[in-house]
């Protein structure tokens, strides 16, 4: 399947939005220019779901402690 050039950009402002609404910035690489789109650190996809694991046991602990 071939996709636009333009299709990767247009996920990586969202995928950066929802990152630091979560605080988790620090999952990005530092931009070297101001303008550069955002790009994931090695290893992201896994430090995510770890991340959203353990978010969701934190919620599911505090709703069942309600």
């Not at 636009?4 to 939005?17: C, L, Q, Y």
């Not at 910035?25 to 955002?38: E, S």
């Amino acid at each position: 399947m071939r996709t636009s050039g333009r299709a990767p950009e247009a996920h990586r402002a969202p995928d950066e939005a929802v990152a630091n609404a979560y605080g988790w910035g620090d999952l990005f690489k530092d931009k070297a220019l101001r303008d550069a789109l955002p790009e994931w650190i090695d290893g992201a996809e896994d430090e995510i779901l770890a991340r959203l694991f353990r978010l969701n046991q934190e919620r599911a602990e505090a709703e069942a402690s309600a």
